[in-house]
């Protein structure tokens, strides 16, 4: 017991000491408590754009009254095309396309996006049924139906697991580079690998390598216990686009480990710091849930994660049936994003513990 407590004591002072370790891990958590807390303490939910197709009597008639309150949260565009705003709610441009066919009111909704085609279908539901009360001592004159916008066969599993995926490989890729570089730092493994004669590319090639070859067997084992027929998902015809998206994305996170690694004096700091950028590029790359609820200068800051990008990608082609060169944009950035990073954890590198 008392070496137990000589050792406790020893690593609570080493880690007391360390004042990198100590901020990252709980200065810094409460901080952005209180930074996130702020931002969405007085937020207010957004409203939802919605297409009206030709012309919605439920919607055309509604009182002045109530259509100032209603336009406080939908915001509504008239259409033409019907196959076109089909469209566009399926590729999340609009949240809900309204349509009356006669006496019917039909909601068109992307699966994509459950919390906000459920807020659209609740209002329009409350629409309707303030037009059914207006022509009171009659039948309901009006009714209301959901129709999917993608194949009723899909299911939610389809746009889960693009983004549980993109955290699993930004947690992976991040958490091993930073700390295998600060573990080899602080053994001096890095001072005798400069001294030996393998080229140093040659050893952190080795570790990228191993890094993307890891990425890819993780993504067949989430797209393969996806696809049992327990989940249901279904791949899209240009699935296989996931793949170089992947790889892209794995690079991006590689170099921010990397930077956090070369910047890091241990490896409770580096665990630390890789954990604080984690987390919020995973809430705001849309991993857990739509950014959408946002403030829209959040929306905009969201957009220097890679880890959206790699979302929004195989969301694409995995989810949304999109061609291979609609992911092209967020290919391209990934990539820019690997090579800054790998550019500044160059000029912070260090070989050996001071």
Same mark, same amino acid.
């Given at each position: ?11 609570? +002072?080493?880690?007391?000491? &360390?004042? =990198? ?15 996130? =807390? =702020? /931002? ?10 919605? +297409? ?32 076109? $705003? +089909?469209?566009?709610?399926?590729? #999340? ?13 039909? !909601?068109?909704?992307?699966?994509? &996006? ?5 807020? !659209? ?8 049924? @303030? ?22 066969? +899909? ?34 493994? /890095? *001072? ?7 080229? %140093? ?11 993307? #070859? ?18 249901? /998902? ?8 996931? %793949?170089? %998206? ?38 705001? =790359? ?7 609820? $946002?403030?829209?200068?959040? *929306? ?6 890679? /880890?959206?990008?790699?979302? &929004? ?7 949304? #049936?999109?061609?291979? @060169? ?27 513990? %001071?």
């Amino acid at each position: 017991m008392s070496s137990f407590k000589s050792l406790a004591r020893a690593m609570f +002072l080493g880690f007391r000491r &360390d004042r =990198g370790a100590l901020f990252f891990t709980i200065a810094l958590p409460l901080l952005f408590l209180v930074a996130i =807390g =702020g /931002l969405f303490a007085k937020q207010s939910t957004p409203r939802s754009k919605v +297409l009206e197709i030709g012309s919605v009597s439920v919607v055309e008639q509604m009182p002045a009254d109530m259509r100032a309150g209603f336009e406080k949260s939908l915001k509504i565009t008239k259409i033409t095309d019907r196959d076109a $705003a +089909l469209e566009k709610v399926r590729k #999340g441009d609009y949240d809900a396309a309204l349509e009356q066919v006669g006496d019917q009111v039909v !909601v068109h909704f992307s699966a994509a &996006d459950q919390v906000k085609s459920g807020t !659209v279908q609740g209002q329009v539901d409350g629409l309707v049924q @303030a037009a059914n009360q207006a022509a009171s001592g009659q039948s309901p004159k009006y009714h209301l139906r959901a129709e999917q916008v993608e194949d009723k066969s +899909l299911k939610a599993i389809q746009y889960i697991t693009p983004g549980v995926l993109g955290w699993a490989l930004a947690s992976a890729g991040m958490f091993g580079a930073s700390t295998t570089l600060v573990t080899w730092r602080t053994k001096g493994i /890095l *001072r005798r690998l400069r001294l030996s004669p393998v080229p %140093i590319r040659t050893v952190f090639a080795a570790r990228v390598a191993v890094s993307l #070859g890891t990425a890819l067997v993780q993504t067949v084992l989430f797209i393969g216990v996806a696809t049992l027929p327990f989940f249901g /998902l279904r791949l899209s015809h240009y699935w296989w686009m996931a %793949i170089p %998206i992947v790889l892209c994305g794995v690079l991006a996170f590689l170099a921010i480990g990397m930077l956090i690694g070369a910047w890091a004096k241990t490896q409770e700091t580096a665990q630390a710091v890789s954990q604080m950028v984690v987390l919020p590029m995973a809430f705001l =790359g849309g991993s857990f849930f739509p950014v959408d609820q $946002a403030p829209k200068w959040l *929306r905009v800051v969201s957009e220097i994660f890679p /880890l959206r990008h790699l979302n &929004d990608g195989m969301l694409k082609v995995m989810a949304r #049936g999109a061609g291979p @060169a609609s992911v092209l944009p967020q290919i391209g950035i990934l990539l820019a994003f690997a090579l800054v990073a790998t550019i500044i954890a160059v000029r912070v590198f260090r070989w050996e513990q %001071i």
